[in-house]
Each structure stands twice: as C-alpha cells, then as structure tokens.
C-alpha cells in the first residue's frame, strides 16, 4: 500500500503525530493525517470502501446491473484492480 493513515486523537501530543507523518513520509509511503472517531469504521479507506460497498449492492438489488457488471464498470472504467463483489482474498494476495 501506497498510504498510511496516521490517527490521532484529541489528546494525542502534535509532536508524536508529526514524527509519525514524518517517518511515513522517509519510508517513501503517501502520509494521511486522521482523526479518530470511536464507534465508526475506523480508517477512512475502511469508510468510503463500506459506503461503496453498499452502494453497488444496492445497485445489483434494484436490477440496474449484475454484480459482474458492477464489478467490470469499477475494473475497465476506473481501473481498479478489482470491482467490489470480486475481493476475493483481497490485498492479502496482491490483488491476483
């Protein structure tokens, strides 16, 4: 992964959340600062995914498209490695 997501909290020091931006910054990694926010899904990626997720559900249950359909528009039209029904393993196998 390209991106770390450094989480912070409102009592955390700026000084630790700047040395841990920094050090994801030397190790050549895309540093997002964010905030924490107990009871939610947690990381941002794990956020938008959720909101995506259900929305290409919906999609397949209202009959506007097949899950192969979703999955082929998300692949060819934005490029994704994947679409959203075809995880599969996920990033665990390097998207194979």
């Given at each position: 992964?390209?991106?770390?997501?450094?989480?912070y909290a409102?009592?955390?020091d700026p000084e630790t959340t700047?040395?841990?931006?920094e050090l994801t910054r030397r190790?050549?990694?895309h540093a997002a600062r964010v905030k924490d926010?107990?009871?939610t899904y947690g990381f941002v990626g794990n956020r938008v995914y959720a909101a995506m997720r259900r929305e290409a559900q919906k999609?397949?249950?209202d009959?506007?498209?097949?899950e192969e359909d979703v999955d082929a528009v998300m692949k060819f039209g934005r490029n994704w490695p994947v679409?959203?029904?075809n995880r599969g393993p996920g990033s665990r196998s390097g998207w194979q």
């Open positions: 992964m390209k991106v770390i997501e450094t989480i409102d009592f955390t700047e040395t841990m931006l190790i050549g990694k926010m107990p009871g999609i397949v249950e009959g506007i498209a097949t679409g959203p029904f």
